[in-house]
């Protein structure tokens, strides 16, 4: 099969621990530990979130006197695709000894007229008391929004129109390599009517993208990896119940919070819906059972586990 994996932002930083390297690095190697048996059976492809990390660099840069302005988000997205892409890279290829694996830098094209421009709500960066995140939204300029009991920087996250560089991810699978690109869901650029590419200020959702990937590279499965076993029916109230197999209409027919888990159910409800392949959502420990059905959230056309179809390669476009 061919896979495509959405890696959550808690696979390398888990809400309260300090962002340094060595924290991240070895929450990592945790993740590529429960992602590389899949890769011995099937093509896979992962992306990765890239909240925590972009917010971080953009603290630094607000604070860095030394700069005339603070770097902007396409610039921001980029580092951090560069940082997360090499830990992968590594960690991948000492796990997958013998095995090619190549991280590889993407832009996001997106609309210049998205109404996301004007209404912000993509949460970066650290948490904060109330007081302290208006306090930063003062002293920079920045929009904050709660984030369950606490508040959080929120930026433009305009929808993927399509990912840049897919004829190359292509190229990569076909050679037997092992992809990770679209980081933080890719540096989010538009395109002027000369055609020519320029990054905008925003974060693109992960989530997202990969789903508009994994349907431009005929992908049979997208699994998106989180800290929860399922997805919720009434999260956060005494009725709360998991779902497990069920199809996008029904899944629809629920109500997720936009900025957390509604983006992951959007994303798989696309997926299925526009290529009649499988979406799961659930543990980052639980991959190989995603993809098997047996445990998560698991979305189909039917509300049926699919038999294992052998996956037809396309002439590369």
């Known amino acids: ?67 005339s302005r603070p770097y902007p988000f396409d610039v921001l997205g980029a580092e951090t695709q560069g940082m997360i892409g090499y830990w992968l890279l590594q960690s991948l290829q000492n796990a997958l000894p013998g095995r090619q694996i190549c991280a590889l830098l993407n832009q996001t094209l997106v609309a210049a007229d998205d109404p996301a421009f004007d209404d912000p709500q993509k949460f970066v960066g650290p948490v904060h008391e109330r007081a302290e995140a208006e306090r930063l939204a003062a002293a920079h300029g920045w929009t904050v929004r709660r984030d369950g009991p606490h508040w959080r920087r929120v930026v433009p996250s305009p929808r993927p129109l399509c990912v840049v560089e897919t004829r190359l991810i292509r190229l990569l699978l076909d050679s037997g390599a092992v992809a990770v690109c679209a980081g933080g869901g890719g540096v989010p650029v538009v395109r002027d009517a000369q055609g020519r590419l320029s ?3 925003a974060v693109v959702d992960k989530d997202l993208t990969a789903a508009l990937l994994a349907e431009a590279l005929d992908a049979d499965a997208l699994l998106l990896l989180t800290d929860v076993t399922h997805v919720e029916r009434g999260h956060g109230t005494p009725e709360a119940a998991p779902i497990g197999l069920t199809t996008a209409a029904r899944l629809r027919s ?29 543990a980052l420990g639980d991959a190989q059972a995603l993809l098997d059905g047996a445990t998560g959230t698991v979305v189909t056309p039917g509300g049926r586990l699919p038999g294992r179809r052998p996956h037809v390669r396309r002439e590369t476009r």
């Open 1 to 67: 099969m061919r896979v495509v994996v959405a890696l959550g932002g808690n696979a390398l930083l888990r809400r309260k621990e300090r962002p340094d390297a060595s924290v991240q690095l070895a929450n990592l190697r945790t993740a590529v530990a429960a992602l590389a048996p899949l890769a011995h059976h099937h093509e896979l492809v992962i992306t990765h979130g890239n909240g925590p990390q972009v917010g971080v660099l953009a603290l630094e840069s607000a604070a860095d006197h030394a700069l």
């Open 254 to 282: 629920q109500r997720f919070a936009a900025g957390s888990m509604g983006p992951k159910v959007d994303a798989a409800c696309r997926f299925v819906e526009r290529t009649g392949g499988l979406a799961a959502i659930g």
């Open 199 to 201: 990054g905008v200020e």
